[in-house]
């Protein structure tokens, strides 16, 4: 069981950044894929950016290529997602997840196992 719970959401203007932070408690979530994902209003969920199993390959959406960067802590168990660049289309609730998806279907929600309960990420234009 892995227990997940985001932090560091807020409001920003365009054109600044925002650094998220996910902690995770119980056993094993370095052997998951751990990701975030975002859903904006109206829209369906979609993929941010995932570690593989082990942290040795990251994958990144087209749409946030250049801007964001996931990192992790291994010793405290975290997850980030240092968000640089922000515009209004980033604005959505984000949320952090572990799971066990292949690699080649980490951008698909379903198939993750565990997730936090979001953080809010509003910018203002």
């Known amino acids: 069981q892995v227990q997940l719970v985001e932090s560091g959401g807020g409001l920003v203007q365009a054109g600044g950044s925002l650094r998220l932070s996910c902690a995770a408690t119980?056993?094993?979530?370095?052997?998951?894929?751990r990701g975030w994902f975002r859903q904006a209003p109206g829209k369906e969920r979609e993929f941010v950016a995932a570690?593989?199993?082990?942290?040795?390959?990251?994958d990144y959406a087209d749409s946030v290529k250049g801007r964001f960067t996931i990192s992790r802590d291994e010793a405290k168990n975290m997850l980030y997602l240092q968000m640089n660049s922000l515009q209004s289309e980033d604005t959505a609730i984000y949320y952090c997840?572990?799971?066990?998806?292949?690699?080649?279907?980490?951008?698909?929600?379903?198939?993750?196992?565990?997730w936090g309960q979001g953080t809010q990420v509003t910018v203002s234009s």
């Open positions: 119980g056993n094993g979530f370095r052997n998951y894929v």
């Open positions: 997840a572990a799971g066990r998806p292949p690699w080649g279907l980490r951008g698909k929600d379903s198939l993750y196992i565990y």
């Open positions: 570690f593989n199993k082990g942290g040795g390959s990251i």
